[in-house]
């Protein structure tokens, strides 16, 4: 249950990530070099202009989707003077460091923000807090889409290796072993090199290399119940093997398509965050747990390891609710332990 709450709690953020971000820019890519690389808990007083021009505000759907575009200019300061419709402020460069700037404004196109930063801000300055929000979506999605395709591919083909058996299981046999024998990584790698970088390609790539545990888990279970009396009944009616299979063998071995599901979706966060720190994953200003572990791992023999041990924390809890609740998926429906 512990594992199905954060799993949850993943979800709901993934969905609402642009409402609950405090960055809510497309893709949480606010930069602010000049504040860049600074520890959790850094604060600032910001002056934020309005950008002129007339500007369509996004719906909900729009918003919820991909964020809503900066109509403004964030100018990080470290005090400010206003004179009439004058404002000379002590623009933040660096700790103890500025410059004096002169604006001329209208009084109804600035305001003046003070921003807190939780979790810090990388080295191009954007909200740490918001991008591993935003980078929900990319881990979820990566999950879902991958565990959808791996039961897609594994399921028909161990259903058919199963159940047909002969020359027809030996010949799938041959396949699910060929594509065992080399390593998830670099298959992931090469698909995607072939496929080119991207957010679906590494969606897709992923996918097609996961779904040879459950094809062989299939092919198990099927074989085991496809000798069984009710099977040669179905036989006895006349029913093809399309049907007997569909209606009776796979809703028997899915507790087993389950447990293997939690695990492959475990297994494909892990995969996406090695391919997006090793660069042929998810492709920057798309945020990432992997990709932000490799734009801020310098930082972690430098001053501030936080930025790059963050994402990697996160990678963690989530992958480990995933397995948690597979363990208990796999007690649940284990009709020999009642």
Do not use: C
Request: glycine content about 10%; proline content about 3%.
């Amino acid at each position: 249950m512990a594992g199905l709450v954060i799993i949850a709690l993943a979800f709901f953020t993934a969905i609402f990530a642009y409402w609950i971000a405090p960055d809510h820019s497309p893709f949480a890519n606010r930069m602010m070099v000049e504040i860049g690389g600074k520890k959790p808990g850094f604060k600032l007083l910001f002056l934020v202009i309005r950008n002129e021009g007339d500007y369509k505000k996004e719906n909900f759907v729009q918003r919820s989707l991909g964020g809503m575009k900066d109509h403004e200019t964030y100018i990080p300061i470290s005090g400010y003077t206003i004179h009439g419709d004058s404002i000379l402020v002590r623009r933040f460069l660096d700790e103890g460091v500025s410059e004096s700037e002169f604006y001329k404004l209208k009084k109804d196109s600035y305001r003046f923000e003070s921003k807190i930063f939780l979790l810090g801000t990388d080295k191009f300055g954007r909200d740490i807090l918001s991008r591993l929000i935003v980078g929900t979506r990319v881990s979820l999605s990566v999950g879902l889409i991958a565990v959808f395709i791996s039961l897609l591919i594994g399921v028909l083909l161990g259903a058919i290796a199963g159940y047909y058996g002969g020359k027809t299981d030996e010949l799938i046999m041959w396949l699910i072993n060929v594509v065992w024998s080399m390593p998830t990584l670099l298959l992931v790698f090469a698909i995607t090199m072939a496929m080119g970088k991207g957010f679906w390609q590494v969606f897709i790539a992923v996918g097609l290399t996961l779904w040879v545990n459950v094809a062989r888990i299939i092919r198990g279970q099927v074989k085991s119940i496809r000798s069984l009396e009710y099977i040669d009944a179905a036989r006895a009616l006349g029913y093809s093997g399309y049907r007997i299979i569909r209606k009776h063998i796979l809703p028997n071995v899915a507790g087993p398509v389950l447990v293997v599901a939690a695990a492959n979706f475990a297994s494909a966060i892990v995969i996406e965050a090695g391919l997006s720190f090793l660069g042929a994953g998810v492709q920057s200003p798309q945020p990432s747990w992997g990709l932000m572990i490799r734009e801020n791992y310098n930082f972690i023999i430098t001053h501030n390891p936080f930025l790059a041990i963050v994402p990697g924390i996160a990678i963690m809890i989530l992958v480990l609710a995933l397995n948690i609740v597979g363990n208990g998926l796999r007690d649940a429906l284990d009709v020999r332990s009642y």
